[in-house]
């Protein structure tokens, strides 16, 4: 084998490794950004019936200690919260959003599919909280 034939080589095993390591790097970056959080709808995955999964942000101040996010555009199926929480005015307090009770009080979102107007409904037993509620769900056919 002459020097050139093992340079030769050498140049395709080298240019078969970086190729590898780009291909890598994509999937890598891909895996990382598939847990963003956006108020843009997009696909997440597939739901048990293999419908596509969608996913949404939403984030609202209440006016007082309840209110609704109207989700009526969103032409949802199944659908449901999957993380969220109200941030309290002073901005230092997180509470959970899913029915929690304490002996004060208690603070809830939930989905409601009722028709003409399916919305989130909200609690807060602190007035004038933001709430931060990520959904996911699938489209009606």
């Given at each position: 084998?002459?020097?050139?034939?093992?340079?030769?080589q050498?140049?395709?095993?080298v240019?078969?490794?970086?190729?590898?390591?780009?291909?890598?790097?994509?999937?890598?970056?891909?895996?990382?950004?598939?847990q963003?959080?956006?108020?843009?709808?997009?696909?997440?995955?597939?739901?048990?019936?293999?419908?596509?999964?969608?996913?949404?942000?939403?984030?609202?101040?209440?006016?007082?200690?309840?209110?609704?996010?109207?989700?009526?555009?969103?032409?949802?199926?199944?659908?449901?919260?999957?993380?969220?929480?109200?941030?309290?005015?002073?901005?230092?307090?997180?509470?959970?959003?899913?029915?929690?009770?304490?002996?004060?009080?208690?603070n809830?979102?939930?989905?409601?599919?009722?028709?003409?107007?399916?919305?989130?409904?909200?609690?807060?037993?602190?007035?004038n909280?933001?709430?931060?509620?990520?959904?996911?769900?699938?489209?009606?056919?």
């Amino acid at each position: 084998m002459t020097f050139q034939d093992l340079s030769k080589q050498l140049n395709i095993s080298v240019q078969s490794l970086q190729n590898i390591v780009q291909v890598l790097s994509a999937a890598f970056s891909e895996i990382e950004g598939s847990q963003h959080y956006s108020t843009a709808e997009h696909i997440v995955g597939k739901w048990i019936d293999n419908k596509d999964l969608y996913e949404i942000s939403f984030y609202q101040a209440l006016n007082g200690t309840s209110g609704s996010i109207d989700i009526s555009d969103l032409n949802a199926d199944q659908c449901f919260i999957t993380e969220g929480f109200y941030e309290i005015s002073d901005g230092v307090t997180t509470l959970p959003i899913c029915e929690y009770i304490s002996a004060t009080g208690y603070n809830y979102a939930h989905v409601n599919k009722g028709i003409p107007s399916p919305n989130i409904d909200l609690y807060c037993n602190i007035p004038n909280p933001m709430v931060f509620i990520t959904l996911r769900y699938t489209k009606k056919s």
